[in-house]
């Protein structure tokens, strides 16, 4: 099941205070946990929530949770795929160390779901560097989400820290939902038209994708300039905040 279970009580105390920074606090209460695997996090977690719920697919692990964890009623094991679950109806935090594999998925699911307060992963270090322009880069789903979620890499875990040790490193990834978004949500179509158009390829640099859109030049030429960007700009080398201001500006 690609499983690599955290080994370091450090780095899990590291995740859990910044997924729950005060215990018995955690945002809004409710902590799900995403892979308990054999409760490194699980530990780490259970004294700065009110309740935590810890899914774990593989069934052989189930039995030493849930006996690790009887004493603490608030926490429940449950054994069933993450991905299947659903969303909360309260605010609640994502946590997990999670397989390279399904990180995309994990990340999509959170990403839809409203009552959402923030995610904090252990994950592939590339991946967390792609996702927070760390490269000096920046993805399309950083892009397109940007307005609403603040992406941070919090840090790099070594690969010594897991058991079995894989290939590479690993890295803390935090998403928070912003509690004032950066647009109106009345703009979040037009936003992510723009940003998908730009990230089409189609001409090979940003300005030439968003006037093959149908963007104005005179308006594209003033919305670079207010940005900052050259005209021959690559599109993923467009920070968000640039982003956001060409937005404004074609609007």
Partial sequence: MSQNFLASRTVAERVARLAAPEP???????????GAGRGALTEALAPRCRELIAYEIDRRLLGGLRARFAAHPHVRVVGQDFLTARPPREPFAVVGNVPYAR????????????????ATFVTQLEYARKRTGDFGRWSLLTVRTWPWHEWRLC????RECFRPVPQVDSAVLRIERRRRPLLPRGEEAAYRRMV??????????????????????????????????????????????QWLTLHKTLR
Avoid at 26 to 34: A, D, Q, S, T, W
Avoid at 217 to 224: D, E, I, M, N, S
């Fill in 24 to 34: 018995d606090g955690g945002l809004g209460g409710l902590v799900v946990e995403v």
């Fill in 103 to 118: 990180t995309s998925d994990i990340v999509d699911w959170c990403l839809r779901a409203p009552r959402l307060d923030a």
């Fill in 155 to 158: 840090g790099r875990v070594p």
């Fill in 196 to 241: 998908e158009a730009g990230f089409g390829g189609a001409g090979g640099t940003l300005f030439a994708s968003l006037r093959r859109a149908g963007h104005p030049p005179a308006r594209l030429t003033a919305g670079f300039r207010a940005a900052a960007l050259p005209r021959d700009t690559v599109v993923a080398f467009a920070t968000p905040a």
